[in-house]
């Protein structure tokens, strides 16, 4: 087994116990939504607890037939249940919304790139696109578990540094330090999940109570630095309403990540 599936085959592991937890009072199997490829191995791994898999698959320039076409057949071979398919960028998918229920008990954001990347007019659909999902789930007032997984190849025009220099400004002496080394260190990872924690805290806490698992570095094809990074949504039962929430930074500082 080469390194990448060693690591992948342990971030499904991992993943796995803290859908457990996050997801243990839902009866009858959980509802997938994601990126699986066309190999589907994240939701083989966790064929037995799945009741029903909605995949994206956009597949390459001029041949997107070709990896929709063998993602069909891996849930044929498989005999995934209630298997749907949704052809298209998955970013465009969470933002139009149509077509779907947007009450999943699991979504899988499993990237090729980096989480944020702006466009010309400086916007990045992908954060709009994770922001607009968890707004999706609080309207249907449904509890989640969300996986992200990215690399720290990023292009977003100075916005990560931008945000992290915001949360220095409410953290503690000892999370100060750690936000100043995640904007100067090479190995981006660091910095992306102060930044990826700011946009699902600031979006999702208006609504639901918010855990964060452990985030998991690895190395990936090409030796790409790899970041997972997994949460656990919870409604608040008394909250009718979303309301202005003020996530604590120094609760992300104690993020240690798992080294595969």
């Known amino acids: 087994m080469n390194p990448f599936t060693e690591h992948k085959t342990k971030v499904r592991e991992l993943n796995l116990k803290a859908m457990q937890r996050c997801l243990e009072n839902i009866k009858g199997g959980w509802s997938y939504f994601g990126l699986p490829s066309s190999k589907m191995e994240d939701v083989l791994y966790w064929k037995e607890f799945l009741r029903s898999v909605d995949a994206v698959e956009r597949g390459l320039p001029g041949r997107e037939w070709q990896s929709r076409h063998e993602l069909m057949l891996t849930a044929m071979r498989h005999g995934i249940k209630c298997f749907k ?9 969470m933002l139009d919304g149509q077509n779907l229920s947007w009450e999943f008990d699991v979504v899988n954001l499993d990237y090729t790139g980096g989480i944020t990347y702006k466009d ?22 449904k509890q989640f578990f969300l996986s992200i997984t990215v690399n720290d190849r990023h292009q977003d025009g100075g916005e990560i540094r931008t945000v992290l220099n915001e949360m220095i400004k409410q953290a503690e002496p000892g999370c100060i330090e750690s936000l100043h080394n995640a904007i100067k260190d090479s190995d981006q990872r660091q910095a992306a999940i102060f930044y990826i924690c700011h946009i699902v805290l600031a979006t999702g ?33 008394t909250r009718d309403a979303p309301v202005t929430g003020v996530y604590d930074v120094n609760k992300i500082c104690t993020l240690t990540p798992i080294l595969l």
């Open 205 to 237: 806490q208006q609504w639901f109570k918010i855990e964060m698992f452990r985030p998991i570095f690895y190395t990936g094809n090409r030796d790409y630095k790899m970041l997972n990074m997994t949460f656990c949504f919870k409604q608040v039962a």
């Open 85 to 93: 398919m949704h052809a298209g960028d998955i970013d465009d998918i």
């Open 120 to 141: 010309a007019e400086k916007h990045s659909k992908r954060v709009e696109a994770l922001r607009s999902l968890i707004q999706r789930q609080a309207q249907q007032k």
